[in-house]
T-cell receptor
Framework: GNSVTQMEGPVTLSEEAFLTINCTYTATGYPSLFWYVQYPGEGLQLLLKATKADDKGSNKGFEATYRKETTSFHLEKGSVQVSDSAVYFC???????????FGGGTRVLVKP | GAVVSQHPSRVICKSGTSVKIECRSLDFQATTMFWYRQFPKQSLMLMATSNEGSKATYEQGVEKDKFLINHASLTLSTLTVTSAHPEDSSFYIC????????????FGPGTRLLVL
């Protein structure tokens, strides 16, 4: 079956530091890949997505590239802000039923 | 665009009572809605998938008689937790898909349920 593995947190950074959250997946076929962000006490917001190999999703300074050869979709941001403190979820959607499979989430804390 | 709302945002109820949570797509027609449950500091667990006008499809291990889902229109789905118990306390999140927006799911803000 499908699965998503992402690095465990918490990840603690200083403001303006570089952020990387690793995400790898196992899936049949050609899934779409997503990063969602969850701020404290809120639901999930779509951060970015990529639907085919070598696509790069980007939004709010975050980027992730769909790497089929390494089955990865690592999230990066060059200079984080305190407001980026949240839980980040990597997810995939397979063609069958379009259900989302989530990784365990990575909590990021950015200190001023 | 692609706004999904949930109501209520928080609810406290006594054990044995039933609680209804609404999920609405505000600016698009959601042909499919999903209900998730999230335990503290954990990931989301898909409970069920509902398509407008048809019965919901429940994930393995989810009791359909306990978690009643109704998707009567293209903009509204409801989750009713029947005879709630303290172990049902959780964060319930819905998502919606459709309206020409492809396969992307748009999530509601979640409903925190506390059963005393």
């Amino acid at each position: 079956g499908n699965s998503v593995t992402q690095m465990e947190g918490p990840v603690t950074l200083s403001e303006e530091a570089f952020l990387t959250i690793n995400c790898t997946y196992t899936a049949t076929g050609y899934p779409s890949l997503f990063w969602y962000v969850q701020y404290p006490g809120e639901g999930l917001q779509l951060l970015l997505k990529a639907t085919k190999a070598d696509d790069k999703g980007s939004n709010k300074g975050f980027e992730a590239t769909y790497r089929k050869e390494t089955t990865s979709f690592h999230l990066e941001k060059g200079s984080v802000q305190v407001s980026d403190s949240a839980v980040y979820f990597c997810a995939l959607s397979s063609a069958a039923g379009n259900k989302l499979t989530f990784g365990g989430g990575t909590r990021v804390l950015v200190k001023p | 665009g692609a706004v999904v709302s949930q109501h209520p945002s928080r609810v406290i109820c006594k054990s044995g009572t039933s609680v209804k949570i609404e999920c609405r797509s505000l600016d698009f027609q959601a042909t499919t809605m999903f209900w998730y449950r999230q335990f503290p500091k954990q990931s989301l667990m898909l409970m069920a998938t509902s398509n407008e006008g048809s019965k919901a499809t429940y994930e393995q291990g989810v009791e359909k008689d306990k978690f009643l889902i109704n998707h009567a229109s293209l903009t509204l789905s409801t989750l009713t937790v029947t005879s709630a118990h303290p172990e049902d306390s959780s964060f319930y999140i819905c998502s919606a898909r459709g309206g020409g927006r492809g396969e992307t799911q748009y999530f509601g803000p979640g409903t925190r349920l506390l059963v005393l």
